[in-house]
């Protein structure tokens, strides 16, 4: 016989508990609640949907979102992808100062212009604030080379781009460039060991050999498989 229960305040509780009615947060609370978010008030809302950021680097390569919490008032996102990673933070990336764009080339690829900007090769840029060519705004690449104390080439193909008018805002530029790439170790030199000499023995006797049959799972295959897990709106009491 089920019973009404007029609040949800006591959110999600634990399996452990499913059958502890004597529990005074049992009355109170849901075996499972996804994508719902509870309310001090009794009462659930659907979770609020996700808040675009910024591009990743390379869309060629999956990404990956991981939360990570430093402190109980210090919450982030890492963004993991294929020789990039960045960490969200209130909404933004986690960046230098931004530094104002004084142009920016419709060529590939593209070069752009700061006042001293101090960068170097490697470092990832992100864009924003940028007039006539806006396609751009919102877009990380990565410095291809310095050309001089004012001018950078970036992993960006701007040919097709409107052209760059000015801007109110500018580039923010990842604290530190990647670190390179690892040298392999050197291989270590070919182990030889002397062999003793055998007495020959003319014409040895061979014996019939039957092949052993290979257990199931045994042939060295590797099985992956990819999964797309929906978000389904769940509350179970």
């Given at each position: 016989?089920?019973?009404?229960?007029?609040?949800?305040?006591?959110?999600?509780i634990a399996p452990r508990l499913a059958a502890r009615n004597d529990v005074a947060k049992y009355k109170t609370a849901l075996r499972?609640?996804?994508?719902?978010?509870?309310?001090?008030?009794?009462g659930v809302t659907f979770r609020p949907?996700?808040?675009f950021v910024s591009q990743v680097y390379n869309h060629a390569y999956p990404a990956r979102l991981i939360p990570f919490q430093f402190s109980p008032t210090q919450s982030y996102a890492i963004i993991l992808q294929e020789s990039w990673m960045n960490f969200v933070y209130r909404g933004g990336l986690i960046t230098g100062p931004e530094v104002l764009v004084v142009g920016i080339t419709?060529?590939?690829?593209?070069?752009v212009t700061v006042t001293g900007h101090g960068f170097k090769a490697g470092q990832d840029v992100e864009f924003q604030g940028i007039k006539g060519m806006t396609e751009i705004n919102g877009m990380v690449a990565r410095i291809i080379a310095i050309i001089d104390a004012n001018r950078f080439s970036v992993t960006l193909d701007?040919?097709?781009?409107?052209?760059?008018?000015?801007?109110?805002?500018?580039?923010?530029a990842s604290a530190l460039p990647p670190p390179p790439n690892p040298a392999s170790p050197p291989a270590p030199p070919p182990f030889e060991q002397e062999v003793p000499a055998t007495e020959e023995v003319p014409n040895p006797p061979t014996e019939p050999t039957t092949a052993s049959p290979i257990p199931l799972g045994s042939a060295?295959?590797?099985y992956s498989e990819s999964y797309s897990f929906p978000r389904p709106l769940i509350l179970e009491l």
């Open positions: 016989m089920r019973q009404d229960q007029p609040t949800f305040a006591g959110g999600e499972r609640q996804r994508n719902f978010l509870g309310q001090s008030s009794g949907g996700f808040e419709n060529a590939s690829p593209a070069v701007t040919g097709y781009y409107a052209a760059f008018t000015g801007a109110t805002g500018g580039v923010a060295g295959r590797v």
